[in-house]
């Protein structure tokens, strides 16, 4: 596929879809119980028992027999004979019998004879006989052996995306290890003659450098997307620089370089990439920041060119590399799920592009939707106004204008965003 040229700019969606075409879960390895968080599962997990493996209580009380209870009340009691007490992780050892019940804690099995537990507060929590107050809990209280699991059956599929309580339901089965997709290693790569290191901010002091700030911050992406970074520092404006550093990102799921990806005159990530055989399929998006994005493929290894304008190159990550890395990882979910609010101020757009604005959310306007408002200035080198973002403004390409109150779509950033499985930027 030949790369679009500077008239042929995709939108969002289209660029979305050439980025996430043939990517496909990387291989599987085992990991500890532990270690899966965040994880893939990458087959199917099958119970080897019931849970719970026996019929017990669903509350502390008597374990009694349905029959004897039903006409109990407040103002004519039943009284029952106490034959044992049975704690949490304790078996029965006698069979409740008519005019019976069993003292029980809640989660200990529930002895034969017996079919309802009925609480102790409708009791008067009697030790060697007890009288029941309310026939409310007849045939009730009893949690069924396989209620919740039956052995046999998997109670995880392979895709599933393992957050707390899944891990937890894992390690009920017994599962103290699991089969799940590879994390992606990714290669982070900054160009530029302009950029140090922050270890070197005196050339900041002096006026003759800035700091990579793109290079610690797409590594911080990765890792929070779920990857593991590889950084591989700065490459100058130099033809065989950055083809030596592009050679040493070999081996690695992704590279993601910054900078060098717009039309000047020392943009070189194109010439070299092609020149190493690439097949670039991206080259500028309709969108603001980050209209020059590109992607490609080097061999098996996808390559994201993100813009160096360090909130460009964020947005961009948001947009495309965190989907496809969550693709490589085995997610189905890939994209951040946008939620409806209403604008806090009025906006004008100087370009039919689709613009993403740093705003914050603030509480919810008279119709439950979160309000917004834009963090500052919304040039592409502000990094202060990303920092305060709590979400990014969708703004479509239709309108150059929009009112205080209007409604529109937001993507929250960090924990306060979820994942769908599609895209909600449009048809490709």
């Known amino acids: ?32 119980l532990d270690d899966s968080l965040g994880r893939v599962l990458a087959q199917d ?24 209870v039903r006409e109990a009340a407040r103002d004519h009691p039943t009284m029952l004979t106490v034959i044992e007490t049975i704690a949490a992780g304790a078996q029965p050892t006698r ?28 009791t008067d929590g009697g030790a060697d006989t007890v009288m029941v107050l309310d026939a409310r809990d007849a045939g009730h209280n009893v949690r069924p052996r396989g209620e919740d699991v039956r052995s046999g059956e998997a109670v995880l599929r392979a895709g599933t995306a393992i957050g707390p309580a899944q891990l937890g339901l894992l390690a009920s ?45 797409i590594c911080a992406l990765v890792r929070d997307a779920g990857g593991i970074p590889t950084a591989l520092g700065i490459v100058r404006d130099d033809p065989e620089e950055m083809r030596a550093a592009v050679e040493r990102a070999a081996g690695h799921d992704l590279l ?43 061999g098996a290894m996808p390559w994201l060119g993100l813009p160096g304008n360090p909130v460009s190159s964020l947005v961009t990550f948001e947009l495309f590399a965190r989907p496809l890395m969550r693709a490589l990882a085995g997610h189905t979910r890939l994209f951040r799920r946008t939620i409806p609010v209403r604008l806090d101020e009025s906006l004008t757009l100087a370009a039919p592009l689709t613009h993403f604005l740093r705003v914050t959310l603030h509480p919810a306007s008279d119709d439950g939707l979160p309000r917004v408002r834009l963090t500052g ?13 709590d979400a990014l403004l969708v703004v479509p390409p239709d309108r150059s204008e929009y009112e205080a109150g209007e409604r529109l779509e937001a993507i929250p950033l960090g924990d306060g965003g979820s994942f769908g499985e599609s895209s909600t930027l449009g048809s490709p």
Not at 6 to 30: C, F, I, N, S, Y
Not at 95 to 120: C, H, K, Q
Not at 256 to 282: K, M
């Open 256 to 298: 993601i370089t910054t900078g060098g990806v717009s039309v000047g005159a020392f943009d070189y990530t194109r010439d070299v990439l092609r020149a190493l055989g690439a097949e670039l399929s991206v080259w500028r998006v309709r969108i603001r920041p980050g209209a020059p994005t590109g992607f490609g493929r080097l």
């Open 95 to 122: 069979v409740v019998g008519r005019g019976e019940a069993a003292r029980i804690m809640t989660g200990a099995p529930i002895p034969a004879g017996a079919d309802s537990v009925v609480r102790v507060e409708d």
């Open 377 to 389: 200035g919304q040039g592409s080198g502000l990094l202060s106004s990303m920092a305060r973002a």
């Open 45 to 68: 997990v099958v119970a080897p028992v019931s849970l719970p493996p026996w019929n017990n209580a669903g509350m502390d009380g008597y374990a009694v027999r349905a029959d004897d």
């Open 173 to 217: 089965v017994g599962a103290a290890s699991v089969a799940v997709r590879r994390r992606p290693r990714v290669a982070v790569l900054s160009t530029g003659d302009e950029l140090a290191d922050v270890t070197d901010f005196d050339a900041v002091r002096g006026g003759r450098r800035i700091v990579n700030s793109n290079g610690p911050a």
């Open 1 to 32: 596929m030949t790369a679009p040229t500077k008239a042929e700019p995709l939108t969002a969606a289209e660029a979305q879809a050439r980025v996430l075409a043939g990517a496909r879960p990387l291989d599987v390895e085992r990991v500890a």
